[in-house]
């Protein structure tokens, strides 16, 4: 037993067992979900026509109230929680084993469904069954778990412990459950594509590498599944996505979990204009599915996700918010030097760190910034008309990105030039190759195409209002807890790649 377990219940487990009674059964029972027939109890002056009758609930005991002849206690299960009343005469020889129970346990009770006298419904026992018994206690009933870092390692009992924690997790669900829907209604079809990567790619940043004994071979955990999709757009698959959990092995903040579930699609006959009205009409029927409503409420301020959304230029913010254009280097250069950031020799990494710096606080949103440089988007496809320029927008809200798009390049020449550069100006501790395979299917021909990249964790914590990536996320990376140590995970070196697309 851990340093939880309490010797008091440990007490209590061996007079269960010694009275020939399993505090661990195998078997549990056929209950009813407590929000099925709560939602026809009505109320004492107008009773609806589940009060009188028998029900079953099986759940969580979350405190006891103990009068001597009367105990009332909350039980809760997943779909909502209810007052349980057990009265001594109505439990006849069990009324003695009462005190073998403690908040936490997990229990079934039978009885009839009424009221107390203040009104609240309530379940009159009449048989109890331990399925459980906890030998740790639970929170402290008023403070619950307030150590948001024991939270996040104990989420087995923050689910329970915390209000609203369980709601998060199940809107999530809702989410994930409600894109699926949408782009199903849309044509698209749910694929999966491989998660180990002999070559990565698809997106800059630094992967975690793993190696395959049977084949003598390094591989990557995949950092996006961007060049798979689109071959099977040259497969013929029209319209495709995939929800994918993806790795990335840099840094940990309140907008970055190394491991992490990204929404990546890709539409033939596309462009980017089309993948920002899907995401903005996605975005909206999300919110009026989790919220009811297209305003959500994040970090204090609240945002309206009906669309269209604003389009704003990233060569125009850069201007007004930098104070030079994108291409003059000497200046891009002086102003990086004024920020304090670090030049690392490459001047487009440098440019896009300023933009960060001085533009992106002032994206309230939600709004997408369209029309990147070509030096930092190598998949996306060049404006006709300034081939600076690519066709590429990412959407914001909050000054936080939650998605990347762009109109995708499809001639292989260029693109196999591209990846060649990309390689040559990564960062010498990061293994980089160029994907020849995916060049080659682009030599079959891809048509025309529009892909885009959403970071579901960041969305669903706009749409749930929560403040941090390991809000919304069931088991966040944590530093090893030693010693009953709480460490924290935040506050940690930020990735060098904040798109959730290449």
């Not at 057990?86 to 009770?109: C, S, Y």
């Amino acid at each position: 037993m851990t340093d939880l377990a309490h010797p008091d219940r440990l007490a209590k487990i061996e007079k269960i067992r010694q009275a020939g009674d399993d505090p661990y059964p195998a078997r549990g029972v056929q209950a009813e979900p407590i929000a099925e027939f709560l939602a026809g109890c009505g109320t004492p002056e107008e009773p609806g026509p589940r009060v009188g009758t028998r029900t079953t609930v099986a759940g969580r005991l979350l405190g006891l109230r103990d009068f001597g002849k009367l105990i009332f206690a909350p039980v809760l299960d997943r779909t909502g929680r209810i007052q349980v009343g057990l009265q001594k005469n109505k439990l006849g020889d069990w009324w003695a084993q009462r005190k073998l129970l403690d908040g936490g346990d997990l229990v079934a009770i039978t009885g009839e469904i009424g009221f107390t006298q203040k009104g609240e419904v309530t379940i009159w026992g009449d048989q109890v069954q331990l399925l459980s018994k906890a030998v740790a206690p639970p929170p402290e009933k008023w403070h619950g778990l307030a150590d948001k870092e024991i939270r996040y390692r104990r989420r087995y009992a923050d689910l329970w412990a915390t209000e609203g924690v369980a709601e998060v997790f199940q809107k999530r669900s809702q989410a994930l459950s409600g894109i699926r829907t949408f782009l199903e209604e849309q044509g698209y079809i749910e694929v999966e594509t491989p998660i180990l990567h002999p070559i990565f790619g698809g997106a800059t940043a630094r992967p975690f590498t793993t190696h395959h004994n049977a084949l003598g071979m390094d591989f990557y955990l995949r950092i996006a599944p961007e060049l798979y999709l689109k071959r099977l757009i040259v497969g013929g698959f029209e319209r495709v996505f995939e929800v994918a959990r993806n790795f990335r092995n840099e840094g940990l903040s309140i907008r970055h979990n190394p491991e992490f579930t990204m929404l990546e699609l890709y539409e033939a006959q596309a462009d980017y204009h089309r993948m920002m009205e899907l995401t903005e009409q996605m975005f909206e029927y999300l919110a009026r599915k989790l919220n009811g409503k297209t305003e959500v409420t994040f970090r204090g301020v609240e945002y309206d996700l009906k669309a269209p959304f604003q389009r704003l230029s990233y060569t125009e913010l850069f201007l007004q918010h930098a104070g030079c254009e994108f291409d003059d280097e000497p200046a891009v250069r002086a102003k990086a030097k004024e920020l304090g950031l670090k030049d690392q020799g490459d001047y487009w990494k440098l440019m896009n760190d300023v933009f960060e710096e001085t533009v992106e606080e002032h994206l309230s949103g939600p709004v997408f910034v369209y029309d990147y440089p070509v030096q930092i988007s190598p998949l996306s496809k060049c404006k006709p008309e300034d081939p600076r320029l690519t066709e590429r927008f990412e959407v914001f809200i909050a000054s936080m990105e939650l998605g990347n798009a762009f109109t995708e390049l499809n001639d292989p020449a260029e693109q196999l030039e591209r990846f060649e550069q990309q390689v040559a100006s990564k960062d010498p501790e990061t293994p980089g190759e160029v994907d020849l395979d995916y060049v080659q299917a682009l030599e079959y021909g891809m048509p025309p195409t529009g892909g885009l990249g959403v970071g579901i964790d960041r969305l669903v914590m706009v749409l749930t209002g929560q403040d941090s990536i390991r809000d919304v996320l069931l088991f966040p990376a944590m530093k090893p807890n030693r010693d009953g140590e709480e460490t924290t995970s935040e506050g940690s070196s930020e990735p060098q790649q904040e798109s959730v697309q290449s």
